[in-house]
């Protein structure tokens, strides 16, 4: 399709305001202001409506098509949340309203949204308090490694070192990297955190370590006891990394089980939208020693049943986000815990887990699966039989598309070859569950049979396989270039 | 239960296939020491229960005033058509384009997007975009830092305090050191800036117009950072770069922005967007995701994540950045504001904006003992006035009336507790001007 430039046509009409009596040549010297046009389009409204619905028409969505895309949490998302988050009370308020003096008294039931979501974000990950603020999974991650780097300053410990498993997602070590750690990569045994390797890279220097759980794999860390107890023999906090909440609601709560910060992802466990990439959220909670390190604000509860925003903790790592968050992000998730409440959260969980295990039964007998036990909400196959690889992890990914899926996370976590990642999620009918199986191992079939019947895939999308090498050298990334 | 579809019967068929004897037996590796030792939360609600209660909420947020806050947020009008295109399923229930296959609309735009900010600024590459205008003003300085090897940061005392306060807290453990430059009467002292360009600069960080409405020129200071190695970083408003000079035209080497402006509601701080374009030479240094034009195997055109080397994914605490989504919806919403409005209606939303403040302080300094701070500097939709009181005084007692005259300047910078901000939009009426104006000239 043409991009929306190509369709401009000069002198058409678009949703214009009044014409302004005055402009800025009248109000601003003539050095101020830009020469050449910034030549945006000449559209109609109906020019828009028709290029982005078509547009639109080009992708896969969770309401369209099952996406069992491990690690993401694809589950659907509610349209009532939706509702509330375009509630004019919540969309039209000037985030800087509490700041005015007095003013907050304007704003007390978005204050109150916040306040009650940290509430019942502690009480489902049994954490102290929680910020709201980070407004990403992986900015999380970058909160809580900062706070673990002010405790530690503030405790005078000379700490330098983060570890990290080797089957994190790739924004741990990068965030604290960023947090101005160095990374100590961890190899995993038997697909999960080994006390004895960690033995080896634990010491003095170790600030903190970043944990999945259950991991990439889905697999659970059985050993975490014994991992809690060797960190805190050398004052090093303990990272959740809440990607893969989806599967232990009601049944772990991270700060009973000894963790000392989390963040969660707002867009995956909690049933936000993804949309294409972002917004999502990515709240952290911590742990009571934690608490004065957390980001400012914070929004308390004032006796007279008042809310107000607290600026007032000189231990706190400062602003990591301009106000409070993705605030409308945050008001989906609220409305989509109330809704569901204690018992449709553990129902959520096990419906999440016993899928994947269903999934992974039904499975398992085309594509190996190096870790064949219980899983969690999740599990990897790989492609390859006993190391010999027939068909490409990323073969069997278009192939599905094909059919009408979004493919599984491919080629992660590294540490399995070929590896295809598989999450169906809570919301998925055993119907859809069987028929993808059923599609999945037709596919396998096929392939055995005719290769290039998968590595000619996809055959039914608006394109085939695209050059990436070419894009990646032409840099070719805007209509100007 | 709501949104799962498993029946007892489903639920039992599974289990005979995974050969579990019941669910919870799934969970049996969670040792009893990881068990929760409570989870106590309110009982579910039907959908009907759970909107009434959001909207006895939302109606506790007052409505209804008129309001001058600005300070680099703003309340623009949204066409109706950017809900209406942003809200199709396919757009926002979809997950990053890792499948370009199945993504090319997602794609397409978000190479649109980039299109549309480059015209804006003026400089020819952008990223898919970042969480807010303060995340890329760190992420900005970070590729200048990369880029030059130097740790100093000249930053200007005018630009937003809380993209300021940002980059405190994301600089404190990376051993930078952050050079503060006074402003004057609230416009940037060049003089002063270009005189703090030295050899262990990397970037020299502005903003236009500034944190207080100011509307400057910065080529010069620029054109001495180039000559010293320095990369120029400036922050701009998005909806007055259809009028004012661009980045590219003062040979910036970087321009970010908070994207608000551009059909996102205020809504309480965010979901925002963070804008960053760039000259050729830091393309790869730029952080988060990119879109690039290619073609497929049968010479189609199409799009694709690129430039991921950069990338965490692969590069792992070696990236660019730990950023590993975009804003894509919210970058959706700024392209389809831009295409709606079009060329000529951004234009006039920037002329509007300009024309009402203008008469705002044109009536507000007609007051006895008031004054525009920066006494005849040029300004935008936005400027800063002296009052002979407190400004908490008098927003306060405004407020109470229905109007919000505007941000208390003294919150950020001493001495200025007289001071107030008032920004000006294309939805402020000459009317609503008038008002504010009896009212303030009433409460002195």
Same mark, same amino acid.
Not at chain 2, 56 to 85: R, T
């Given at each position: 399709?043409?991009?929306?430039?190509?369709?401009?046509?000069?002198?058409?009409?678009?949703?214009?305001?009044?014409?302004?009596?005055?402009?800025?040549?009248?109000?601003?010297?003539?050095?101020?202001?830009?020469?050449?046009?910034?030549?945006?389009?000449?559209?109609?409204?109906?020019?828009?409506?028709?290029?982005?619905?078509?547009?639109?028409?080009?992708?896969?969505?969770?309401?369209?098509?099952?996406?069992?895309?491990?690690?993401?949490?694809?589950?659907?998302?509610? &349209?009532?949340?939706?509702?509330?988050?375009?509630?004019?009370?919540?969309?039209?308020?000037?985030?800087?309203?509490?700041?005015?003096?007095?003013?907050?008294?304007?704003?007390?039931?978005?204050?109150?949204?916040?306040?009650?979501?940290?509430?019942?974000?502690?009480?489902?990950?049994?954490?102290?308090?929680?910020?709201?603020?980070?407004?990403?999974?992986?900015?999380?991650?970058?909160?809580? !490694?900062?706070?673990?780097?002010?405790?530690?300053?503030?405790?005078?410990?000379?700490?330098?070192?983060?570890?990290?498993?080797?089957?994190?997602?790739?924004?741990?070590?990068?965030?604290?990297?960023?947090?101005?750690?160095?990374?100590?990569?961890?190899?995993? &045994?038997?697909?999960?955190?080994?006390?004895?390797?960690? /033995?080896?890279?634990?010491?003095?220097?170790?600030?903190?370590?970043?944990?999945?759980?259950?991991?990439?794999?889905?697999?659970?860390?059985?050993?975490?006891?014994?991992?809690?107890?060797?960190?805190?023999? !050398?004052?090093?906090?303990?990272?959740?990394?809440?990607?893969?909440?989806?599967?232990?609601?009601?049944?772990?709560?991270?700060?009973?089980?000894?963790?000392?910060?989390?963040?969660?992802?707002?867009?995956?466990?909690?049933?936000?939208?993804?949309?294409?990439?972002?917004?999502?959220?990515?709240?952290?909670?911590?742990?009571?020693?934690?608490?004065?390190?957390?980001?400012?604000?914070?929004?308390? &509860?004032?006796?007279?049943?008042?809310?107000?925003?607290?600026?007032?903790?000189?231990?706190?790592?400062?602003?990591?986000?301009?106000?409070?968050?993705?605030?409308?992000?945050?008001?989906? /998730?609220?409305?989509?815990?109330?809704?569901?409440?204690?018992?449709?959260? !553990?129902?959520?969980?096990? /419906?999440?887990?016993?899928?994947?295990?269903?999934? #992974?039964?039904?499975?398992?007998?085309?594509?190996?699966?190096?870790?064949?036990?219980?899983?969690?909400?999740?599990?990897?196959?790989?492609?390859?039989?006993?190391?010999?690889?027939?068909? #490409?992890?990323?073969?069997?990914?278009?192939?599905?598309?094909?059919?009408?899926?979004?493919?599984?996370?491919?080629?992660?976590?590294?540490?399995? &070859?070929?590896?295809?990642?598989?999450?169906?999620?809570?919301?998925?009918?055993?119907?859809?569950?069987?028929?993808?199986?059923?599609?999945?191992?037709?596919?396998?079939?096929? /392939?055995?049979?005719?290769?290039?019947?998968?590595?000619?895939?996809? #055959?039914?999308?608006?394109?085939?396989?695209?050059?990436?090498?070419?894009?990646? #050298?032409?840099?070719?990334?805007?209509?100007?270039? | 239960?709501?949104?799962?579809?498993?029946?007892?019967?489903?639920?039992?068929?599974?289990?005979?296939?995974?050969?579990?004897?019941?669910?919870?037996?799934?969970?049996?590796?969670?040792?009893?020491?990881?068990?929760?030792?409570?989870?106590?939360?309110?009982?579910?609600?039907?959908?009907?229960?759970?909107?009434?209660?959001?909207?006895?909420?939302?109606?506790?947020?007052?409505?209804?005033?008129?309001?001058?806050?600005?300070?680099?947020?703003?309340?623009?009008?949204?066409?109706?058509?950017?809900?209406?295109?942003?809200?199709?399923?396919? *757009?926002?229930?979809?997950?990053?384009?890792?499948?370009?296959?199945?993504?090319?609309?997602?794609?397409?735009?978000?190479?649109?997007? +980039?299109?549309?900010?480059?015209?804006?600024?003026?400089?020819?590459?952008?990223?898919?975009?970042?969480?807010?205008?303060?995340?890329?003003?760190?992420?900005?300085?970070?590729?200048?830092?990369?880029?030059?090897?130097?740790?100093?940061?000249?930053?200007? $005392?005018?630009?937003?305090?809380?993209?300021?306060?940002?980059?405190?807290?994301?600089?404190?453990?990376?051993?930078? $050191?952050?050079?503060?430059?006074?402003?004057?009467?609230?416009?940037?002292?060049?003089?002063?800036?270009?005189?703090?360009?030295?050899?262990?600069?990397?970037?020299?960080?502005?903003?236009?117009?500034?944190?207080?409405?100011?509307?400057?020129?910065?080529?010069?200071?620029?054109?001495?950072?180039?000559?010293?190695?320095?990369?120029?970083?400036?922050?701009?408003?998005?909806?007055?770069?259809?009028?004012?000079?661009?980045?590219?035209?003062?040979?910036?080497?970087?321009?970010?922005?908070?994207?608000?402006?551009?059909?996102?509601?205020?809504? *309480?701080?965010?979901?925002?967007?963070?804008?960053?374009?760039?000259?050729?030479?830091?393309?790869?240094?730029?952080?988060?995701?990119?879109?690039?034009?290619?073609?497929?195997?049968?010479?189609?055109?199409?799009?694709?994540?690129?430039?991921?080397?950069? $990338?965490?994914?692969?590069?792992?605490?070696?990236?660019?950045?730990?950023?590993?989504?975009? +804003?894509?919806?919210?970058?959706?919403?700024?392209?389809?504001?831009?295409?709606?409005?079009? +060329?000529?209606?951004?234009?006039?939303?920037?002329?509007?904006?300009?024309?009402?403040?203008?008469?705002?302080?044109?009536?507000?300094?007609?007051?006895?003992?008031?004054?525009?701070?920066?006494?005849?500097?040029?300004?935008?939709?936005?400027?800063?006035?002296?009052?002979?009181?407190?400004?908490? +005084?008098?927003?306060?007692?405004?407020?109470?009336?229905?109007?919000?005259?505007?941000?208390?300047?003294?919150?950020?910078?001493?001495?200025?507790?007289?001071?107030?901000?008032?920004?000006?939009?294309?939805?402020?009426?000459?009317?609503?001007?008038?008002?504010?104006? $009896?009212?303030?000239?009433?409460?002195?």
């Amino acid at each position: 399709m043409n991009t929306v430039f190509k369709k401009s046509t000069p002198g058409r009409e678009g949703v214009w305001p009044a014409k302004p009596g005055k402009a800025a040549p009248d109000l601003l010297p003539a050095g101020l202001l830009r020469g050449a046009s910034a030549n945006l389009p000449s559209l109609s409204e109906l020019d828009v409506v028709r290029h982005f619905t078509g547009l639109s028409q080009l992708n896969y969505g969770v309401d369209g098509n099952f996406y069992p895309l491990g690690s993401c949490t694809m589950k659907y998302n509610p &349209k009532f949340a939706e509702t509330v988050a375009a509630l004019p009370g919540f969309t039209r308020l000037h985030p800087m309203l509490p700041q005015l003096k007095g003013a907050g008294r304007l704003c007390q039931g978005a204050l109150e949204v916040m306040y009650e979501t940290e509430q019942l974000l502690c009480e489902i990950c049994g954490m102290k308090a929680f910020t709201l603020h980070p407004m990403a999974g992986a900015h999380g991650e970058l909160t809580g !490694v900062m706070i673990i780097a002010a405790y530690h300053k503030d405790k005078g410990n000379k700490k330098t070192k983060i570890i990290v498993p080797d089957s994190a997602h790739g924004t741990n070590p990068a965030s604290a990297h960023i947090a101005g750690f160095d990374v100590v990569n961890l190899p995993s &045994k038997d697909g999960i955190v080994d006390p004895d390797e960690l /033995a080896k890279v634990l010491d003095d220097e170790v600030a903190g370590m970043m944990m999945t759980c259950p991991n990439t794999l889905g697999l659970f860390e059985k050993n975490l006891p014994r991992i809690v107890e060797m960190l805190r023999g !050398v004052d090093a906090l303990l990272y959740y990394d809440g990607a893969n909440m989806n599967a232990i609601m009601g049944k772990m709560r991270v700060g009973d089980a000894g963790f000392d910060v989390v963040h969660l992802n707002l867009h995956k466990t909690f049933a936000t939208p993804h949309g294409g990439g972002g917004p999502g959220a990515g709240p952290v909670g911590v742990s009571e020693r934690l608490v004065p390190y957390l980001p400012i604000s914070r929004v308390e &509860k004032l006796e007279d049943g008042q809310f107000f925003l607290n600026y007032d903790f000189p231990k706190s790592i400062g602003y990591v986000a301009p106000f409070y968050g993705n605030f409308g992000v945050v008001l989906r /998730a609220y409305a989509y815990i109330l809704r569901l409440g204690k018992a449709g959260l !553990v129902r959520a969980t096990e /419906a999440a887990v016993l899928s994947a295990n269903y999934l #992974r039964k039904r499975l398992d007998k085309v594509l190996e699966v190096p870790f064949d036990r219980v899983c969690m909400h999740e599990f990897v196959a790989s492609a390859c039989n006993m190391s010999e690889c027939h068909v #490409r992890a990323l073969d069997i990914a278009k192939a599905l598309l094909d059919k009408g899926y979004h493919a599984p996370t491919i080629y992660f976590p590294l540490i399995v &070859k070929e590896a295809l990642m598989f999450e169906p999620t809570e919301t998925e009918s055993l119907d859809t569950l069987d028929q993808f199986a059923d599609d999945l191992i037709a596919i396998l079939a096929e /392939a055995e049979k005719n290769p290039e019947f998968v590595t000619g895939a996809p #055959r039914t999308l608006p394109v085939t396989r695209l050059d990436e090498t070419r894009a990646a #050298r032409n840099m070719e990334l805007t209509d100007d270039l | 239960m709501p949104y799962v579809p498993h029946t007892p019967e489903d639920i039992r068929r599974m289990l005979d296939v995974i050969g579990a004897p019941s669910v919870e037996s799934l969970f049996d590796e969670i040792g009893p020491e990881m068990r929760p030792k409570r989870f106590d939360l309110p009982e579910g609600q039907s959908e009907m229960d759970v909107l009434a209660h959001m909207e006895a909420l939302a109606a506790k947020n007052v409505s209804g005033q008129v309001s001058f806050l600005g300070a680099g947020f703003y309340d623009h009008h949204i066409p109706a058509a950017v809900d209406a295109l942003s809200m199709r399923s396919e *757009f926002y229930t979809a997950y990053t384009p890792y499948q370009p296959e199945a993504s090319q609309g997602t794609l397409q735009a978000i190479f649109e997007y +980039q299109t549309a900010v480059t015209r804006l600024t003026g400089l020819p590459y952008a990223n898919a975009s970042l969480y807010d205008g303060g995340t890329a003003l760190f992420e900005a300085a970070m590729m200048s830092v990369r880029h030059t090897g130097r740790r100093k940061l000249v930053v200007c $005392e005018a630009v937003s305090p809380i993209y300021r306060v940002m980059l405190n807290s994301y600089t404190s453990n990376l051993h930078l $050191e952050l050079v503060t430059i006074p402003h004057k009467n609230g416009v940037c002292d060049l003089a002063a800036l270009t005189a703090a360009l030295d050899a262990d600069t990397a970037a020299v960080i502005v903003q236009n117009p500034n944190f207080f409405g100011a509307v400057s020129d910065f080529s010069n200071l620029f054109a001495s950072a180039r000559a010293a190695g320095v990369v120029s970083i400036i922050s701009v408003y998005p909806v007055l770069q259809s009028v004012l000079k661009t980045p590219g035209e003062m040979a910036a080497d970087v321009a970010v922005a908070e994207g608000q402006s551009l059909g996102l509601p205020l809504s *309480f701080g965010g979901p925002y967007l963070g804008i960053m374009t760039c000259n050729k030479a830091l393309v790869r240094q730029m952080p988060g995701r990119v879109v690039g034009r290619t073609v497929d195997g049968q010479g189609r055109t199409g799009y694709v994540l690129t430039l991921q080397a950069r $990338e965490q994914h692969i590069r792992r605490q070696k990236a660019t950045s730990n950023i590993c989504s975009n +804003q894509a919806l919210c970058a959706l919403r700024a392209l389809l504001y831009l295409c709606l409005v079009g +060329q000529e209606g951004l234009t006039r939303t920037a002329n509007l904006c300009l024309e009402r403040a203008h008469y705002a302080a044109e009536r507000l300094t007609a007051i006895p003992g008031v004054a525009r701070l920066s006494g005849s500097a040029p300004f935008g939709n936005e400027f800063a006035i002296t009052l002979p009181v407190n400004a908490y +005084q008098v927003i306060d007692k405004l407020t109470s009336r229905g109007v919000v005259p505007g941000f208390p300047l003294g919150r950020y910078y001493a001495g200025l507790e007289n001071a107030l901000l008032v920004a000006c939009t294309e939805k402020t009426s000459m009317e609503s001007i008038g008002i504010f104006a $009896e009212m303030l000239r009433g409460s002195l």
